[in-house]
Structure formats: structure tokens, C-alpha cells
T-cell receptor, first 109, second 113 residues
Framework: RKEVEQDPGPFNVPEGATVAFNCTYS??????FFWYRQDCRKEPKLLMS???SGNEDGRFTAQLNRASQYISLLIRDSKLSDSATYLC??????????FGTGTRLTIIP | DTEVTQTPKHLVMGMTNKKSLKCEQH?????MYWYKQKAKKPPELMFV???????INESVPSRFSPECPNSSLLNLHLHALQPEDSALYLC????????????FGQGTRLTVV
């Protein structure tokens, strides 16, 4: 089993729709969790950190379920500019960030 | 804009060449990373430096040699690479605390011919 698993997609979603991604991790000792987005041929950029209490940033909501070892990302009112690959990232507490395979999202006009 | 700067942005090198990739950050971060990313794959960790000391080497072949001259700089020396080493090489930095995020440079797109 991979350390961090995501559905690779692609997700093709109409503009304005709501889309949700899940990510599961295998190591229960994992300490911190993040969502990054990566545009084609660009570097990964931090979208948001994920806290146990859940957190929201505008149209984006991230949640963590430690008991089930999964992280979710919800995007509301999706925009064309949201088209990207979304990477789930987990830190086990040893400075080693482990990336999921990424979920490719395309927003359709 | 990213506060992690990588040079060069593009590099083409022969299998007998020696070249170096450079990375610089001025955020006062104590951990610096090298990742390798192939097309349509996630970044794969190569090395981690913490407080200027190598803390993680993910069994990377010796033809890749990292160096951390000071807390702001990170180099990756390349020698006798193979065509399959062609990839995007990403540098990142973080505060080094287990709960902090990492920030990435724009990467060096390397082609080995």
C-alpha cells in the first residue's frame, strides 16, 4: 500500500460546480497535512494546510479525519482557473514530505 | 512569486558533463530539499538538509551530489548522468518544524543527452 493515495482522476467538472477530493495515508503517526496545487510545467504551490478542526479559505475547505486516516478538499463554485493537479502531502514528523500521486482537475466552461 | 530561486531554469547536458543546480532562499528557513519530478508523476524526495547538515538521503545514486554551503544556499552537483535522469528538479525550503509547509522554487528542467 502506498504511503499516500489519491484518485488520479481526471475529474472533468462544469464551471460553478462543487468538487471534492479525498486522500488516504497509511502511517498513523503522520503529523501534518497539506494540499498543494500544481499547474502544468510549474512548481507545486501550497493551497492550504489541513488541521484537525478543519479549515476554510474562501471557496476551499479542507478536513482531516485521523481515525480513518484521510484528508479531504472541497472546492465550491469552481472556476476555470481551478484547473490543475491537486497534491495531497503528508509529513510524518521527520522533515520528509510525502506526496500523493495527485488528482487532475479540469473545469469545463 | 516564489521566494525560493533556482538556477538555471533549463539545462541540457551530455552524459560526460559535470554541471550544478543552484537554489537560494532568504526566508530564514532551516530545512532545504531536493525533489525530482518526472512527467505526470508526483515529486520524489532526493535529499533533505536540516541546519546545513544532510539529514535524509533517499538512496540517491552517487552521480547526484548535494551540497549546502550555508543556510540560504543548496546545490546539486551532477556528474555522469543518464538520459533517464532527465526530469524537473525542484528545490524547496521550510522552517524545519514538523508542522510547517514547504515552499518550492520554479525548478530546473534538466535534459540529459
Amino acid at each position: 500500500r502506498k504511503e499516500v493515495e489519491q484518485d488520479p482522476g481526471p475529474f472533468n467538472v462544469p464551471e460553478g460546480a462543487t468538487v471534492a477530493f479525498n486522500c488516504t495515508y497509511s502511517n498513523s503517526a503522520s503529523q501534518s497535512f497539506f494540499w498543494y496545487r500544481q499547474d502544468c510545467r510549474k512548481e507545486p504551490k501550497l493551497l492550504m494546510s489541513v488541521y484537525s478542526s478543519g479549515n476554510e479559505d474562501g471557496r476551499f475547505t479542507a478536513q482531516l479525519n485521523r481515525a480513518s486516516q484521510y484528508i479531504s478538499l472541497l472546492i465550491r463554485d469552481s472556476k476555470l482557473s481551478d484547473s490543475a493537479t491537486y497534491l495531497c502531502v503528508v509529513n510524518k514528523g521527520n522533515e520528509k514530505l510525502t506526496f500523493g500521486t495527485g488528482t487532475r482537475l479540469t473545469i469545463i466552461p | 512569486d516564489t521566494e525560493v530561486t533556482q538556477t538555471p531554469k533549463h539545462l541540457v547536458m551530455g552524459m560526460t558533463n559535470k554541471k550544478s543546480l543552484k537554489c537560494e532562499q532568504h526566508m530564514g528557513h532551516r530545512a532545504m530539499y531536493w525533489y525530482k519530478q518526472k512527467a505526470k508523476k508526483p515529486p520524489e524526495l532526493m535529499f533533505v538538509y536540516s541546519y546545513e547538515k544532510l539529514s535524509i538521503n533517499e538512496s540517491v545514486p552517487s552521480r547526484f551530489s548535494p551540497e549546502c554551503p550555508n543556510s540560504s544556499l543548496l546545490n546539486l552537483h551532477l556528474h555522469a548522468l543518464q538520459p533517464e535522469d532527465s526530469a524537473l528538479y525542484l528545490c524547496a525550503s521550510s522552517q524545519g518544524d514538523m508542522n510547517t509547509e514547504a515552499f518550492f522554487g520554479q525548478g530546473t528542467r534538466l535534459t540529459v543527452v
